[in-house]
């Protein structure tokens, strides 16, 4: 099966931009989505398709995705931002990343 | 307000059968696709299975094949996760989510999620 690769955690001074990345195979070929959950929440979609911001959600967050490399950028990041993040894909099934820790310091 | 309630976790023995429902509100519910997740306490999200707006199409990931059965009601506008030969490593929170093809199959709705508990 399908398997994509996120760092454990991801750390980023507070108003500086964070990049979280997602590794797998040709992941350029796919439609990458974006979850933040944050502690004790459940999952939001920040990003879908790529690089498709759903309303409500602030333009700081924006995606890519070419070759083996999907990322998910925050730009200015904020106490708030603190969270999990997910990158999913559809391969034969539903697959998500092992999830990055952003930490704002 | 577009929303999904799960209910129905709960603790229960191994070898045992929970019943999960997950009820929707605020949109047309049998337009949409659904789908249950999962996440094992301190661990990442892990998708279950998905069912058709029609509830003719079902998928389940390997690991529940045979376990786990996904159905959905739309005249109750609900889903439903049975689950049976329980084993503690099903202990999670379940959430149900909706799958938005308009959104390129994006799960953009999530329910705020029920625990599950394999412990005897």
């Known amino acids: 099966s399908y398997e994509m690769t996120q760092p454990l955690s991801v750390s980023v001074a507070l108003g500086q931009t964070a990049r979280i990345t997602c590794g797998g195979n040709?992941?350029?070929?796919?439609?990458v989505h974006w979850y933040q959950q944050k502690a004790g929440q459940a999952p939001v979609m920040v990003i879908y398709?790529?690089?498709n911001r759903p309303s409500g959600i602030p333009e700081r967050f924006s995606g890519s995705n070419s070759g083996n490399t999907a990322t998910l950028t925050i730009s200015r990041a904020q106490a708030g931002d603190e969270a999990d993040y997910y990158c999913?894909?559809?391969?034969?099934?539903?697959?998500f990343g092992g999830g990055t820790k952003l930490t704002v310091l | 307000e577009e929303q999904l309630v799960e209910s129905g976790g709960g603790l229960v023995q191994p070898g045992g059968s929970l019943r999960l429902s997950c009820g929707a509100s605020?949109?047309?519910?049998?337009?949409?696709?659904m789908n249950w997740v999962r996440q094992a306490p301190g661990k990442g999200l892990e998708w279950l299975s998905y069912?058709?707006?029609?509830?003719?199409?079902?998928y389940n990931t390997d690991s529940v094949k045979g376990r786990f059965t996904m159905s959905r009601d739309n005249a109750k506008n609900s889903v439903y996760l049975q689950m049976n030969d329980l084993r503690a490593e099903d202990t999670a929170v379940y959430y149900c989510?909706?799958?938005?093809?308009?959104?390129?199959?994006?799960?953009?709705?999530w329910g705020q999620g029920t625990m599950v508990t394999v412990s005897s």
């Open positions: 989510a909706r799958e938005n093809t308009g959104r390129y199959n994006a799960f953009d709705v």
């Open positions: 605020g949109f047309t519910f049998n337009d949409y696709e």
């Open positions: 069912i058709s707006g029609s509830g003719s199409a079902i």
């Open positions: 040709n992941i350029g070929s796919k439609s």
């Open positions: 398709r790529d690089t």
């Open positions: 999913q894909v559809w391969d034969t099934n539903k697959v």
